[in-house]
C-alpha cells in the first residue's frame, strides 16, 4: 500500500510517521504534487498557525491538489482546520472540503485546549475496536461546531467537533499519534480499512 504523509513544513510530521511506523506500515513523507496524488491513502498532518500554513501549502502548489484527492484522506489538527472552508485564526479562507468555519474558543475558557480529554464516537468506521470512554491528546485554540459532518464529539466548555468526515475525506481536531492506544487504533482503521 502506497501511504503519502504531507509534507507542507507545518508541524507534526515526524510524529505521524514514527506512529504509522509502529503499526508495521511504511509511509513516504513527500510535498510533491504527483506522489500525493498517485498515494493509495494521504495523511494531511498540520500544527502551527492558519494563515501561515495556507501559505506554505500554496507555495507548494498543493492547495488545488488537496481537495481534489480521491483517495482516503485523513486530516489532522491543523490539517482538520485547513480542510474547511474558513478559519478564524489569521482571518484565513480554507480548502473547503468540509464547508463550515472553524471558530476560536472563547475568553472564558483556557486556551490552548491542551491534553487528555474524552472522544465521543460510534465504533464504526475510525473508530471501529476502540473501547469507549476514549481519552485522546488535544492541543488547540480553534475549533469546528458540531455540524453535519461531525463523526466525533468533544467538550470544553461547549461541544465541538473531534473528527470530521465527508465522502473519502476524513479529519481529527486531536493528534492520533500522540494518543497511545485509541489513536493507533484509530491510525490502524483508516490505513487498513477505510
Known amino acids: 500500500m502506497n501511504i503519502v504523509i504531507i509534507d507542507y513544513g507545518a508541524g507534526n510530521v515526524r510524529s ?3 506512529a504509522v511506523e509502529r503499526l508495521g506500515i511504511k509511509a513516504l513523507t513527500s510535498n510533491d504534487p504527483e506522489a500525493i496524488m498517485s498515494a493509495d491513502k494521504v495523511i494531511f498532518p498540520g500544527v502551527g498557525e ?9 507555495d507548494k502548489g498543493l492547495t ?7 483517495q482516503p484522506v485523513l486530516g489532522i489538527c ?16 480554507g480548502l473547503n472540503v468540509f464547508p463550515v468555519d472553524v471558530l476560536r474558543f472563547d475568553e472564558r475558557q483556557k486556551v490552548p485546549h491542551m ?16 473501547s469507549q470512554p476514549a481519552y485522546v491528546y488535544y492541543v488547540h485554540s480553534y475549533y469546528v461546531p458540531v455540524c453535519a459532518y461531525t463523526i466525533a464529539t468533544c467538550e470544553y466548555g461547549k461541544l465541538f467537533s473531534a473528527a470530521l468526515q465527508k465522502d473519502n ?6 493528534h492520533p499519534e500522540k494518543s497511545a ?14
Open 64 to 70: 488545488d491538489v488537496i481537495p481534489s484527492l480521491r
Open 50 to 58: 492558519a494563515s501561515t500554513a495556507m501559505q506554505a501549502l500554496n
Open 169 to 174: 475525506f476524513f479529519a481529527c481536531q486531536f
Open 78 to 93: 491543523l490539517g482538520m482546520q485547513l480542510l474547511c472552508r474558513y478559519s478564524e485564526e489569521g482571518d484565513t479562507a
Open 115 to 130: 491534553g487528555w480529554n474524552n472522544l465521543v464516537a460510534d465504533q464504526a468506521g475510525l473508530f471501529a475496536h476502540m
Open 181 to 194: 492506544g485509541p489513536g493507533a487504533t484509530i491510525l490502524r482503521n483508516f490505513l487498513v480499512q477505510s
Open 16 to 18: 505521524v510517521e514514527f
